[in-house]
C-alpha cells in the first residue's frame, strides 16, 4: 500500500530535550516536504527537500533541521524544542516531474512541548 | 506577496444542502490548484486543476477552475454528514521553490 509514515503519533516532551520525528514513503517520490499546522495559521513549510542530499528553508524553518540520505526518509529534528513548537506536523511527499503535483500527506505527529 | 483566500472560513449546513467553497489567489507563476480534505488527520486529494473550464467530478464533488479571474470552486451536492471537513486549497507556484500555497481553509459542517 503506498502510504507515508511518521513517528510517533504523539509526543509530549519538555523543553530543550532533543527530537527526532521519523518520516518514510514508500511511493519512490523525490520530493519530501514537512509542515507544521496551527490553528488560524494554516499548513506552513518547515523543509523541503527535492531530492536525496538537497533540502531547503520553507516559511518557517528556525528551531529545525532536516536531513535526506536516502530517497525514503526525510526526519525532522527539533534540536532544542521550545512551547512555541507545540503544534501538529505533519510530513508529505510527491513526484516532480516538473511540479509539486499532488501531495501525500503522512498520519501527522502531535507534539506538545511543555 | 504570494497568497491564497478561501472563503467563506466556516460553514453550518443541513444534510442535502448543495455548498460551493471558493478560492481565489494570486501567485507570480501559477501551474495547478489543488483541493484537498481534511478531517481529523491528515490531508487528503480531491482535485487537481491546471486548465480553465474543465470541470473536475468525483461523485457529489466538483470543481472548476477560472485563471482568468484567479478562482476556484469546490461545488458539494446533496451533502452528507460525512462531509463534514475543512476544505483545503492549494496553488503549486513553479516560480516560487515548488511550493504549495495554501489558503486557512473552510471548515464545513453538515447537521443531520
Known amino acids: 500500500e503506498a502510504q507515508v509514515t511518521q513517528n510517533p503519533r504523539y509526543l509530549i516532551t519538555v523543553t530543550g530535550k532533543k527530537l527526532t520525528v521519523t518520516c518514510s514513503q514508500n511511493?519512490?517520490?523525490?520530493?519530501m516536504s514537512w509542515y507544521r499546522q496551527d490553528p488560524g495559521l494554516g499548513l506552513r513549510q518547515i523543509y523541503y527537500?527535492?531530492?536525496?542530499?538537497?533540502?531547503d528553508k520553507g516559511d518557517v524553518p528556525e528551531g529545525y533541521k532536516v536531513s535526506r540520505k536516502e530517497k525514503r526518509n526525510f526526519p525532522l529534528i527539533l534540536e532544542s524544542p521550545s512551547p512555541n513548537q507545540t503544534s501538529l506536523y505533519f510530513c508529505?511527499?510527491?513526484?516532480?516531474?516538473?511540479?509539486?503535483?499532488?501531495?501525500?500527506f503522512g498520519p501527522g505527529t502531535r507534539l506538545t512541548v511543555t | 506577496e504570494d497568497k491564497v483566500v478561501q472563503s467563506p472560513l466556516s460553514l453550518v449546513v443541513h444534510e442535502g444542502d448543495t455548498v460551493t467553497l471558493n478560492c481565489s489567489y494570486e501567485?507570480?507563476?501559477?501551474?495547478?490548484l489543488l483541493w484537498y480534505k481534511q478531517e481529523k488527520k491528515a490531508p487528503t486529494f480531491l482535485f487537481m486543476l491546471?486548465?480553465s473550464g474543465i470541470e473536475k467530478k468525483s461523485g457529489r464533488l466538483s470543481s472548476i477552475l477560472d485563471k482568468k479571474e484567479l478562482f476556484s470552486i469546490l461545488n458539494i451536492t446533496a451533502t452528507q454528514t460525512g462531509d463534514s471537513a475543512v476544505y483545503l486549497c492549494?496553488?503549486?507556484?513553479?516560480?516560487?521553490?515548488?511550493?504549495?500555497?495554501w489558503g486557512l481553509g473552510t471548515s464545513l459542517a453538515v447537521n443531520p
Open positions: 508529505a511527499s510527491s513526484f516532480t516531474p516538473g511540479g509539486v503535483y499532488e501531495q501525500y
Open positions: 527537500s527535492m531530492n536525496v542530499e538537497v533540502t
Open positions: 492549494a496553488v503549486d507556484n513553479a516560480g516560487n521553490n515548488r511550493k504549495l500555497i
Open positions: 511511493m519512490n517520490h523525490e520530493y
Open positions: 501567485v507570480t507563476n501559477f501551474r495547478s
Open positions: 491546471t486548465s
